[in-house]
């Protein structure tokens, strides 16, 4: 397999490890020669322990007359969109673009997907939480257990960008990025985005329908030249009428992201990611017994087995994704619902695409 990273920041840093722990071809690619150093001299070392001299670095104006299998878009995220529908015209077997997908504005959007309807590329988002060993396995008890009512999810996604920007230590702060600005795709609604994706992905798996209303408080920020929400309050509806909450924000610490299942016939189940250093956790709650499965990993695993998990789409076209581009662009109609929901003090209907099916 040939693979191509664009962007050679962190998320591309990791991609591209993961793809030579598959045993893959990678090249990478920047638009700052600095970046392309920097992943070779310190993020490559100091993460992996070493450098791997068979990655080729390739120039960014994507002029290379050579096709790629997969194409990973790991840059900031108002250049997602315009970078995959260049790309896509090379046909890659598959293109993994990272979250959030777009700007809450869904520039490009449209665009976007009356392309991919047109070619053979499958197309991923990067919520890779969703493909995580421990949350198939929950989605797995789920489906064994089969409750007959589920009362709500409750998903908190919190985590301080003091983390985030010490594995950008070339950073000044969040002025710098796109992460002081909710519009570009930072703040904690877009940042935090796998905590919204997680409540779609154990709502979809419960069948309890799309979010068709919600109803937002953010805590904005303007400071520095910054606007951004620090705190992001999601009251959701679905379409079949259930009703549960999500929070993202971008200063707890230590951090807090659980997914809570509360059901009426089988108590409830939690996922926690990172409950400590290396593992994520589930508990299974009812009146009589408590039951923890622990699973250990590294968040260089994380994305290990999302890449393994794109491979397994492309041997088998029938394998369902939860990391499908059609479930990331769900995720950009309820943010971008959310903002509107925020200026106009209102809870607002989500609008999907017709061609994003039900
Ligand atoms: N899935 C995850 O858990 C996860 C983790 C980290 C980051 N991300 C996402 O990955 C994206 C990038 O985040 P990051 O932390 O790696 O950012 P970063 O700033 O570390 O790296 C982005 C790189 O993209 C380069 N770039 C910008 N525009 C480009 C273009 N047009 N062509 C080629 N290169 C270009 C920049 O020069 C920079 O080196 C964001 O959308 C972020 O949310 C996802």
Aim: hydrophobic share 35%.
């Amino acid at each position: 397999m040939r693979i191509k990273v664009i962007g050679a920041g962190s998320i591309g840093c990791h991609m591209a490890h993961a793809s030579r722990m598959c045993g893959w071809n990678v090249v990478m690619s920047d638009i700052d020669p600095k970046a392309l150093k920097r992943a070779k001299n310190e993020i490559f070392p100091a993460r992996y322990g070493t450098w791997f001299p068979e990655i080729e670095f390739v120039p960014a104006d994507g002029k290379e007359d050579i096709c790629y299998d997969i194409i990973i878009i790991g840059t900031p995220p108002e250049s997602h969109l315009e970078i995959a529908l260049k790309q896509l015209k090379c046909k890659p077997r598959a293109m993994l673009i990272e979250k959030p997908l777009a700007q809450p504005d869904l520039k490009f959007v449209d665009d976007f997907l009356s392309k991919i309807v047109e070619t053979n590329t499958r197309c991923f988002v990067g919520y890779d939480h969703t493909v995580s060993t421990s949350c198939t396995t929950l989605s797995q008890m789920l489906s064994s257990s089969q409750p007959k009512i589920v009362d709500t999810i409750d998903v908190e996604f919190k985590e301080s960008w003091d983390g985030i920007l010490k594995a950008h230590p070339w950073l000044s702060g969040p002025e710098a990025s796109y992460l002081g600005y909710t519009s570009r795709g930072g703040g904690a609604l877009c940042e935090h985005s796998h905590g919204l994706n997680l409540w779609q992905h154990f709502a979809r798996a419960l069948g309890l329908g799309r979010i068709s209303e919600v109803s937002a408080q953010f805590h904005m920020i303007a400071e520095g030249g910054m606007h951004y929400d620090k705190l992001a309050s999601l009251n959701l509806a679905t379409e079949k009428g259930f009703y549960g909450r999500c929070v993202q924000d971008m200063f707890s610490k230590p951090t807090s992201k659980f997914v809570r299942i509360q059901t009426r016939d089988h108590g409830n189940f939690t996922w926690k990611c990172e409950s400590s250093k290396g593992r994520d956790l589930i508990i299974h709650e009812d009146l009589m017994t408590t039951t923890l499965r622990e699973f250990p990993k590294t968040r260089p695993q994380d994305f290990i087995t999302e890449l393994r998990h794109i491979e397994q789409c492309l041997k088998n076209k029938n394998v369902q994704s939860p990391i499908d581009v059609m479930r990331g662009i769900e995720t950009m109609c309820v943010i971008s619902a959310a903002v509107e929901s925020v200026k106009t003090k209102k809870a607002i209907s989500v609008e999907y695409p017709s061609s994003l099916g039900a």
